[in-house]
């Protein structure tokens, strides 16, 4: 007996690209076994693999944090069971987009902090550069490990209804969800037994791994010391700080965990001190260092900065690459790529305004119910405009501070996110997704894991799929072809 009624109530978006289906009535290819799996499924089955989902999340401790929810800060991540397939020919695609991406980007940043090339020839703006935010003086002439500034990067894409991926903004900082993605992984494994390998779905799991191995290469040590430094247990990702360093094996401390001395930094054992040499840290820039950035602040280490100038410590991501991910710099992308790499770029940039541009400023004011404002420096779906929605009152109170710094922002048009099947209510409903695969950098080349996290927006209608709005996620397949 085939479940029906799961699909009874499934309705293509118009003008929208569906990830399950090609039309009202035709499955695409990749989803077939999929497919027939929920068809042969029962509503008691199915229900039951998500509360398995739930609890092993619950079990897991796999949590995020709201910073402006009242109600309590710490919340479950909402998973959704059906997964997200892409075919290998898609893959092979955005495995190639991103990677020339990366080249450019680290090319970027090396020039932005030494010989300036692209600024001198007239490619960007020294204004944009000098105003950014995330543009630190003190990396200027300091030389990393096989130039390699961005090791860990998460490159997040839709796919607009023309069915093509595009990138929607880089991640070079601190980029974070790649725990999600592993234990989504997991989840799978349980409650789809035997299904991935019929699929012949490509592993996730190696990824703490290869990242391990990556930051290993950094240091000229036989056997170095590697960390992970976390800003604490109140930071919104610190389940993810925790689990990947049991899962690389290594160390997750804190500032207060480490001292300087003679120029390096040394980690408080009950034996003693310990040399390190290779950092993986998710404090930001601004904290990493009181004696050179935020004074106050007790999440870094003081003179960690001068050890790291003198080559005795590796940083990653290496400080200062925020410049490179800023949403005002992200415009100028594909210049890079052709200025850099002489290519044309294999995954197209959103259509962006800036809004210190007085042609494009009066263009999204006209256009105000058609565009998406963001904040230059913005992240996690806080501090956006999103025209189609906001009133009058909103619209006008935000044009007013952007007003007042209109190089702090930036418009695109509002998209077409593709929608993916998510089970809602004991039935299949399209949802708004996107994608952010994961990319590891290092002196033997950039590997991409297969798949990455899909982000979905679970209210009906939305198009914001961040966990702080209301958003979940869904384990990515991508296919062996």
């Given at each position: ?306 050890a790291y100038r003198k080559g005795n410590v590796n940083i990653v991501n290496a400080p200062g690459t925020g410049v490179a991910d800023d949403k005002a710099t992200y415009v100028h992308v594909p210049d890079m790529i052709k200025y850099y790499l002489n290519e044309e770029p294999i995954l197209k940039n959103i259509e962006t305004y800036q809004m210190a541009k007085p042609e494009d400023h009066d263009y999204v004011v006209k256009n105000i119910t058609k565009m998406v404002l963001k904040k230059t420096d913005g992240s996690g779906g806080y ?99």
């Open positions: 007996m085939t479940n029906d009624a799961l699909f009874s109530s499934y309705s293509l978006l118009p003008d929208t690209w569906d990830e399950m289906y090609s039309s009202e009535t035709s499955i695409r290819q990749q989803y077939d076994l999929i497919n027939s799996f929920l068809k042969n499924t029962s509503p008691e089955a199915l229900y039951k693999k998500e509360e398995l989902s739930k609890q092993l999340f619950m079990s897991q401790g796999v949590t995020f944090t709201v910073y402006n929810d009242s109600q309590g800060i710490e919340k479950i991540f909402p998973f959704d069971v059906i997964p997200r397939i892409i075919t290998s020919k898609e893959w092979d695609k955005i495995d190639r987009g991103i990677k020339q991406r990366l080249k450019a980007l680290n090319l970027f940043i090396k020039d932005i902090y030494h010989d300036q090339f692209i600024l001198k020839d007239g490619i960007i703006s020294s204004d944009l550069i000098y105003s950014c935010p995330n543009y630190l003086r003190e990396m200027v002439g300091v030389n990393v490990p096989y130039d390699v500034y961005v090791h860990i990067a998460g490159v997040d894409l839709i796919r607009n209804s023309d069915g093509e991926f595009y990138v929607l903004e880089d991640n070079l900082r601190t980029p974070s969800g790649v725990s999600y993605m592993l234990e989504n992984r997991e989840i799978s494994k349980r409650i789809f037994p035997g299904v991935l390998p019929k699929n012949g779905i490509r592993a996730v799991s190696n990824y703490p791994n290869v990242l391990y191995k990556k930051l290993s290469e950094l240091s000229n040590q036989n056997n170095p010391n590697v960390v992970l430094l976390t800003p604490g247990i109140y930071n919104s990702a610190y389940y993810e700080h925790s689990t990947l360093a049991r899962l690389m094996g290594i160390e997750l401390v804190e500032g207060s965990d480490l001292v300087i001395k003679d120029h390096f930094v040394y980690m408080k054992t009950t034996n003693g001190l310990k040399r390190v040499d290779v950092i993986y840290r998710r404090v930001d820039d601004a904290f990493l260092d009181p004696l050179e950035f935020n004074a106050a602040s007790t999440l870094g280490v003081a003179g960690i900065m001068a501090g956006m405009l999103m025209g189609h929605e906001a009133s009058e009152k909103e619209i006008e109170d935000y044009l007013a501070t952007v007003s007042e710094n209109p190089s702090n922002f930036i418009a695109q048009p509002i998209l077409k996110l593709s929608t993916a099947p998510c089970c809602i209510d004991g039935m299949l409903s399209p949802r708004c997704v996107d994608l952010r695969p994961f990319a590891l950098s290092g002196r033997d080349g950039i590997d991409i894991t297969p798949g990455g996290l899909t982000r979905v927006a679970l209210k009906k209608g939305s198009l914001v799929v961040n966990s702080s709005q209301g958003g979940g996620s869904k384990d990515t397949w991508v296919i062996q072809q």
